[in-house]
């Protein structure tokens, strides 16, 4: 029995790594056609996402709370609403950051330790039904 669990944020290896994770995240919603639907929910330049993402995973996987000390508490549903998100955005976005993680490496347990916490959160983000 492991008595001191490793956050997410170390076993990612820290802030460089993350920060890799995030940029590549928001390479392949950028360039990739099949990312349209969440790439359109996002401003034209994807500067202050990369950040306000990064920022927020930091504290979110058990490093520095950047987003928390810029921001306040993340309110992430409040934040959203103001968007459209349905099946189809939540799976996007979590097919964009698969493959991020395979693009960085991410270790396969860690990968689906996150996918685990990504998908819940992504799903809790939805204010839309499917017709």
Known sequence: MDLHPQSVF???GGEAPLRRLVDRFYDHMDAEPAFAGIRALHPS???GS???LFWFLCGWSGGPDHYVQRFGHPRLRARHLGFAIGVSERDQW?????QA???CAVPEAL???LETAFFQT??????Q???
């Open 101 to 103: 993680m395979r693009d």
């Open 122 to 127: 992504a799903d809790w983000m939805r204010n």
């Open 50 to 52: 990369r950040d306000k």
């Open 111 to 113: 990968q689906r330790r």
């Open 10 to 12: 170390e076993a990612i």
């Open 129 to 131: 039904t499917e017709a």
């Open 94 to 98: 979590l097919a964009c950051m698969r």
């Open 45 to 47: 330049t994807l500067s």
